[in-house]
């Protein structure tokens, strides 16, 4: 008999694995936040991404928004991908940036960590954020990971395991996520999503799963219109193209197109109960910088660990798909297998 696949046992065992005893975000939030949270020394992991200089130019420029409250980037160990080329060349410029902006270089994680309150994990590269995580973690530092999570879903079941067992919140998002539209749509413009479409480039790197390189942030976007409860997907896969069917526990569907050629773009359409939703256009990261400095007041993080979990696990599964010649895969057999 196919067997159903049910939110609450995803979560119920997502919570299983991440530890016996489930905290609460506040007990979270309490734990580690620093005395100076309203005036925060952040630091940064990873200067091979343009994300590291759009937030610096954001925090630190001749007139940051009022609304960072002090919140300032003061440090940054450089090293984001050791060989994936697009990245490494990135990283000599990018230094050079920032340090204009008043951000000291360092030379590893731990002295970084000496002189702030809070991380922002940037490096593009998911493969090294299990290790370089945990040593965050363990000095109790509230920590922001920039996609992907890790390199493999079950390096991102363990950082948040190791986040729960240490009481560090931990906060991930692409910054698709907070696209005005989205948020609309999350927040009931059109009522009840009942479905969705969503879009973004998919280009690969060998090194990574499929979309946890760039795909991510169409997935990003379907699960922030739709929420999470998917239980099984199938994709069709070609060299241009990636499409990823997905059912929900309550039966909706929703759709994941990842594209490798044509127009470099992000969005979709919510399907609702009073109307349509176009999801679009994608404007920057000022969105995304916001509830990272949220979370780092609060210590709250605003999208779920069950939730992150159930996003990675889905690209996983759209993998194990692919592997499959596009049959249908159940995403609880997924996150099970991972957890081992």
Same mark, same amino acid.
């Given at each position: ?22 905290? $609460?975000?506040?007990? #979270? ?5 620093? %005395?100076? +949270?309203?005036? *925060?020394?952040? !630091? ?127 906060? $991930?998002?692409?910054? #698709? ?5 989205? %948020?609309? +749509?999350?927040? *009931?413009?059109? !009522? ?149």
């Amino acid at each position: 008999m196919k067997r159903i696949f049910n939110r609450r046992h995803f979560i119920r065992d997502a919570s299983l694995t991440l530890g016996a005893l489930t905290l $609460s975000n506040n007990v #979270l939030a309490s734990s580690h936040l620093p %005395q100076n +949270a309203i005036s *925060g020394r952040i !630091g940064i992991i990873g200067l091979d991404t343009s994300h590291s200089v759009a937030f610096t130019k954001a925090l630190n420029g001749s007139s940051p928004s009022d609304k960072y409250n002090g919140f300032k980037i003061v440090a940054a160990y450089p090293q984001g991908s050791a060989d994936i080329e697009s990245s490494v060349k990135r990283i000599p410029g990018y230094t050079e940036e920032v340090k204009k902006l008043g951000v000291e270089i360092v030379l590893s994680i731990e002295e970084l960590l000496t002189k702030v309150d809070f991380i922002l994990l940037e490096t593009n590269d998911g493969r090294p954020h299990l290790e370089q995580a945990l040593q965050v973690i363990k000095a109790g530092k509230p920590l922001f990971i920039d996609k992907p999570v890790a390199g493999t879903l079950h390096d991102v079941i363990a950082i948040y395991k190791a986040a729960e067992e240490n009481h560090v919140p931990v906060f $991930s998002s692409s910054s #698709l996520r907070y696209m005005e539209t989205a %948020q609309d +749509a999350a927040h *009931g413009k059109v !009522g009840k999503v009942l479905g969705a479409d969503t879009y973004s480039p998919a280009t690969l790197e060998k090194t990574h799963p499929d979309f946890f390189w760039y795909g991510i942030h169409g997935v990003e976007i379907l699960y922030t219109v739709l929420g999470s409860g998917c239980k099984e997907l199938t994709r069709t896969s070609t060299e241009q193209t990636d499409i990823v069917v997905g059912i929900w526990n309550d039966g909706r569907v929703g759709t994941f197109r990842g594209t490798r050629t044509g127009t470099h773009d992000y969005g979709g359409t919510a399907y609702g109960e009073k109307g349509n939703l176009v999801l679009g256009p994608f404007k920057g990261y000022d969105n995304l910088l916001d509830r990272i400095i949220d979370f780092f007041k609060s210590g709250i993080p605003p999208v779920s660990k069950e939730e992150t979990l159930e996003i990675y696990t889905f690209m996983e599964a759209a993998d194990e798909s692919k592997r499959r010649k596009g049959k249908t895969v159940l995403l609880e057999d997924v996150f099970k297998k991972a957890s081992h």
